[in-house]
């Protein structure tokens, strides 16, 4: 393995003395209590010791004391700090006796909470207790805990005889707090336009009142309605001394708090089975809405019918906001109806949208019943934001629906949370929680129960000497470029003179597959959907189009109906999917909406386009091998922003002794995630010059996986990952505003499959719409300049494609059965927009 300096996030949680003076408190007396609290729960009962350590030992008088204390005696604290001010800044309430508990989620911190407060007010110590919550939905969880606790004879049986108060009032900041009560209120009631009781109610009892911040990962998100939650605790109207935090998620964005005296870790609860473990997605391709609702709703009626069938398994959706929250309600309800054939209103039965909006208030009263069986209710739509405090527990399946939305540290971890808890029939199963996210979380997630600092340790690719020999020739030419500009004039029809469109090539039916890792353990399962895209007939695209045609007719007196016919519309669509290789006469979702944007175009404003006309030089020959060294940081395979592929030649006599062993390291070291390193078990599959190839995306990943499949491996004679400069540059132009910016590219793979190479530029997905113009550049440049190549060499020996993981499955269909006119969904979208 490699040398690597790692620093644990518990080694940042702060040691509190043990010193205790019996004459100061006597913990032992309440161990009968917290015994029958907590149950075999001994991280609870470890956590109600520390607090109260902590806060009545009388060993610290603010939390600054105790982290001098901690960082003049912890090393990890000065690496990770560096000094102490930056220690300090990252803590809440340093003048305070203040600090911060870690439970993980599903873990019952709603006791640990109960029981600190319980023993302080028994003990003196405190004479009112004030529970602050973000939201009404975890104010009435917490309250209706407490109630039962409170009102429970064998815990106040088990208290000391002498304590103070045996249990606790449990009020509301709607009534009068007095000595030995504990008041549940969401912040909203501590700020100064409330109408609650609560600030002229502890006005002056502060020093004797014990705060306790649930979710208190909320005081540190900066919004302005928390900043108050944040300044009402730190008040010296109130004057409050004793606080404690409580999260499942002690994190500010990706950093940890600096003030955890306690912590229970979501890797820790999952290993002792007091919560679900997960399962997320490692690899997956993808390419939209549709296919995901697939995999989506085929992750459902697993659990459903097969995994969980004691109970009811629920699947939730977690959006950023409302607007995108009430959009996928409405696209969930649709996909499911049309894939059950059930009418949409019946399907609603079945999906409940759980926001702050009106529409959804009721809702927020029914997600208490969801887990019952009588519920209809097996899709749960919610924002981030309030899904906190649902003590549902049938919970298997967690879809984070924008992967942006959820970047940090704290906001996976709390996306994590929300499907932990166990239901009771699976108490003893270790069941799994299946979370479907983008897999470009699949390192973060790995971080959060594993996180390392690495050295700056750099692997190099390289052409070696294989047997086979799989290096080629690429033809290029030297050639020079020159700028014309084309302008069309005003109301000038498109006349699609060259008798068809450009579509991308369209399949029926394909299996996709979605490689999932079980946290901690590493093991990994692939679960295959068979994906059905839909498909239209031809003549509903032409009725379409036409009646399309009619109407701008109707508006402004054209012609267009009578100009294009439905015959000529219908040859002309035949005729492009033709050139496709799509013989029957359907039309895919994407290849319709394309038809219809090139005949929306039909009459446009005045436009400009630059375009550049290659003056050939000669025809020159570069062979593989001398592709220039390329390198990367394993620091990058461990933050999943890189994947190398290795083969048995990676660490043969053919490399350095240096390079060989710091790729057998990498193969060795089973810390590093698994979008971070693939190893090639046949090295006859791996048809590349290259000692290792280093893909520096998600799609570039999918694509090599995809290049060494053998079905694949097997067409293929030979083929080379360029690197970003100078190996093959293809110069290009394009205007960013008023300005022309002149710039090259190399394309990203050269594969040779029977007399043919195919250059190869991988983009993301979502880069089919969004055809910037960039990227336009590059497709112009690259197809005029590999068609003037082909010209030059007198055969179609070159063929380029802008290629998204969408396409992957078609382009090697088509590759290996030799069939040309291939034509990407990114292909057609580049060349419809300069058409356009």
């Known amino acids: 393995m490699l040398d690597a300096h790692q620093v644990a996030t518990t080694d940042l949680v702060l040691r509190v003395s043990e010193a205790v003076n019996p004459e ?21 009962k470890r956590a109600i010791e520390t607090a109260v350590r902590y806060v009545a030992a009388g060993e610290y008088q603010t939390l600054d004391e105790l982290l001098a204390e901690n960082f003049s005696t912890r090393a990890s604290l000065e690496e990770v700090y560096g000094d102490l001010p930056t220690m300090r800044s990252r803590a809440l309430f340093v003048d305070k006796l ?42 009435a969880g917490l309250r209706e805990k407490f109630l039962e606790l ?19 009032s449990i009020v509301t900041g709607s009534e009068t707090i007095l000595p030995g009560c504990l008041c549940v209120e969401n912040y909203h009631a501590t700020l100064e336009k409330s109408r609650t009781s609560l600030r002229p109610t502890l006005s002056g009892n502060g020093a004797k009142t014990l705060v306790l911040n649930d979710e208190c990962h909320h005081l540190r998100s900066g919004s302005s309605d928390v900043k108050r939650w944040t300044e009402f605790v730190a008040s010296k109207e109130f004057g409050f001394h004793y606080v404690l935090g409580f999260s ?21 609860a999952i290993e002792d089975g007091y919560v679900k473990t997960v399962d997320y997605v490692a690899e997956d391709s993808s390419s939209n809405r549709d296919e995901k609702f697939q995999k989506i709703y085929d992750n459902h009626i697993y659990n459903r019918d097969q995994k969980y069938r004691l109970v009811k398994p629920l699947t939730l959706i977690i959006t950023r906001d409302i607007s995108a929250c009430k959009r996928v309600t409405r696209d969930l309800i649709e996909f499911i109806s049309k894939k059950e054939g059930l009418p949409e209103e019946e399907v609603g039965r079945k999906v409940l949208a759980v926001t702050s909006d009106s529409e959804h208030r009721l809702n927020l009263l029914r997600i208490a019943s969801v887990d019952s069986a009588q519920d209809p209710v097996e899709w749960i739509t919610s924002v981030s934001m309030l899904t906190e405090g ?69 692997l190099i690719s390289q052409p070696i000497a294989k047997t086979p020999d799989y290096n080629f020739d690429i033809e290029n030419i030297n050639y020079t470029r020159r700028p014309e500009t084309e302008t069309f004039e005003q109301d000038q029809e498109y006349e699609f003179s060259k008798g068809w469109i450009s579509l991308a090539s369209q399949v029926r039916e394909i299996e996709r597959e979605t490689v999932y890792e079980r946290i901690l353990r590493g093991d990994h399962r692939t679960k295959t959907t068979r994906i059905s895209f839909q498909l239209h007939s031809l003549e509903d695209v032409v009725e379409h189009v036409h009646s399309k045609f009619k109407a701008i007719d109707l508006e402004q007196g054209t012609g267009y109906s009578s100009t294009y016919t439905t015959d000529w519309i219908r040859k002309l669509i035949r005729e492009s999917l033709r050139r496709v290789g799509e013989t029957d006469d359907v039309v895919s979702e994407e290849n319709r909406q394309r ?10 404003s005045q436009a400009k386009a630059v375009r550049y006309v290659a003056e050939a030089q000669n025809v020159f020959t570069r062979r593989t091998d001398t592709r220039p060294k390329d390198s990367v940081s394993v620091a990058a395979l461990r933050r999943g922003e890189v994947t190398v592929f290795f083969d048995e030649n990676s660490t043969s006599s053919s490399v ?27 090295k006859y599959n791996f048809k590349t010059p290259l000692s290792c190839v280093f893909a520096d995306h998600k799609p570039e990943r999918l694509f090599v996986r995809s290049l060494i499949k053998p079905e694949n491996a097997s067409a293929i004679t030979g083929w080379v990952k360029s690197t970003d400069q100078g190996f093959y540059p293809i110069e290009y132009a394009y205007r960013r505003g008023t300005k022309l910016t002149r710039s090259t590219f190399n394309p990203d793979f050269f594969i040779l499959a029977g007399a043919r190479i195919y250059s190869i530029e991988i983009k993301e997905d979502n880069e089919i719409q969004a055809a910037s113009a960039e990227n336009r550049a590059k497709a112009r440049a690259a197809m005029a300049h590999f068609d003037l190549l082909n010209e030059k060499l007198g055969t179609r020996k070159y063929e380029f494609h802008f290629l998204t993981p969408q396409d992957f499955d078609a382009f090697f269909l088509f590759l290996r059965e030799g069939r040309s006119g291939y034509a990407s ?11 356009g």
């Not at 879809?399 to 996306?415: D, G, M, T, Y």
């Open 24 to 44: 100061t408190i006597d913990i032992a007396r309440y161990s009968d209590f917290i015994d029958a609290l907590c149950g075999d729960r001994d991280y609870q």
């Open 98 to 139: 203040a600090a911060s508990i870690d439970l993980a989620t599903g873990t019952g911190k709603s006791y640990v909470i109960y029981a600190v407060a319980t023993i302080l007010l028994a003990e003196g110590i405190v004479d009112r207790v004030l529970v602050l919550c973000p939201s009404l939905t975890i104010e």
């Open 656 to 682: 350095s002794a240096a390079e060989a062993h710091n790729a057998q390291s990498v193969i060795d070291d089973d810390t590093l995630p698994r979008s971070g390193v693939e190893e090639v078990p046949n």
């Open 248 to 268: 499942g998620t002690c994190y500010q964005s990706d950093d940890y708090f600096s003030d955890v005296i306690y912590r229970y870790s979501l890797r820790q």
């Open 595 to 604: 038809i219809l944007a090139s005949f929306g175009v039909i009459h446009r």
């Open 390 to 458: 649902w003590d549902v527990k049938n919970v298997f399946q967690v879809v984070p629906h924008e992967e942006r939305a959820f970047s940090s540290k704290l906001l996976i971890a709390q996306v994590l949370g929300r499907g932990l808890r166990i239901p009771s029939e699976y108490a003893s199963a270790r069941p799994a929680l299946t979370v479907f996210n983008h897999d470009s979380w699949s390192a973060r997630i790995k971080h959060l129960v594993e996180e390392i600092l690495e050295i700056d340790t750099r």
């Open 825 to 835: 969904a990114m292909d057609a979208a580049l060349i419809a927009h300069d058409e």
């Open 150 to 168: 409170a009102g429970s004879e064998p815990l106040r049986a088990m208290m000391p005889a002498e304590s103070l108060f045996a249990s606790p």
